[in-house]
DNA sequence: CTGGTAACCTGGCCGC
DNA sequence: TGCGGCCAGGTTACCA
């Protein structure tokens, strides 16, 4: 689930449930979702502080803390955030818990345990140690710079548009609803695409993701010609009624139209 | 350097 | 009902 508009939406929950409520404890309930610190190291930068703000960039989320690191998480395939009042409502599958002195509870929960939660002095740092490009709703690309990163790809564009060095937080599934909305097939070859093409998926990956995170990644409340309100086999185009089709583009599963997108 | 693949984990689901 | 095999929205080490 986690792509940019996801991971948005968690920071809206985040900032909603979590912001300045003073920490009583935390601990990791499964210590190897703790990443670059210790278990104890991060359990331990906690308690006594408080959460005043939060940061996003692309599939990370940044938890400020009171005169300590910044707590850090990605949420893998499938991790999320909950807060529940009592111990008993604690979701199964929580890897960081953490108590409040009101009594309440944050969890981060992560089935599969393919994300992880780790600290971090300053979330800058940390995105240039993993080579992260621009957040994808930043505003700080520029189409000039998109192209540039393009030029000289020998492979396909939907790998390309998910290479989070070239532009953060896009992933297989709002890949293919960009794809979708530029007319595009996901196996084109990024050296085959023109000027044109090229700024028409950039633009169409800013107007996707910001529509996502408007409706808070609710795929039910996505406009009616998204693909994503419906994306699984069998499902139909919801612009020309055409039976979508897969195929694995390095690796992963594609949903495209054969029609709309046609190769 | 580039791109493809397997591995990391833990389930859910499908078909036999 | 039981079980094997495949798939799942991410990242990354490794190989060609």
Not at 29 to 47: C, D, F, H, Q, T
Not at 54 to 82: C, D, I, T
Request: aromatic share 10%.
């Amino acid at each position: 689930m986690p792509e940019l508009p996801e991971v948005a939406s968690f920071r809206r929950f985040f900032d909603r449930h979590f912001l300045q409520r003073r920490i009583a404890s935390a601990q990791a309930r499964n210590p190897k979702i703790v990443r670059g610190v210790s278990a104890r190291e991060l359990e331990e930068a906690l308690p006594g502080r408080s959460f005043p703000g939060s940061r996003q960039h692309g599939k990370y989320f940044f938890a400020q803390v009171e005169n300590s690191p910044w707590v850090v998480m990605h949420f893998g395939m499938n991790g999320y955030l909950e807060s529940f009042e009592n111990p008993e409502e604690e979701p199964l599958y929580t890897r960081l818990l953490i108590e409040f002195e009101d009594g309440g509870f944050f969890a981060y929960v992560n089935q599969r345990m393919l994300g992880w939660v780790g600290l971090a002095a300053d979330p800058d740092e940390l995105i240039a140690e993993k080579g992260l490009g621009p957040d994808a709703l930043s505003g700080n690309i520029r189409l000039e710079e998109f192209r540039e990163k393009f030029a000289g790809r020998r492979g396909d564009i939907k790998p390309a548009l998910m290479d989070q060095s070239i532009i953060a937080g896009i992933g297989n599934i709002y890949s293919d609803e960009i794809l979708f909305q530029a007319r595009i097939h996901p196996r084109k070859k990024v050296h085959d695409l023109g000027p044109q093409q090229i700024e028409l998926i950039f633009e169409k990956s800013k107007s996707v993701l910001r529509t996502a995170v408007d409706r808070n990644a609710d795929t039910s409340a996505f406009p009616e010609n998204f693909l994503l309100r419906d994306r699984r086999k069998g499902a139909l185009c919801p612009v020309c009624g055409n039976k979508l089709r897969t195929a694995k583009v390095s690796g992963r599963t594609a949903y495209f139209c054969p029609r709309c997108q046609s190769e």
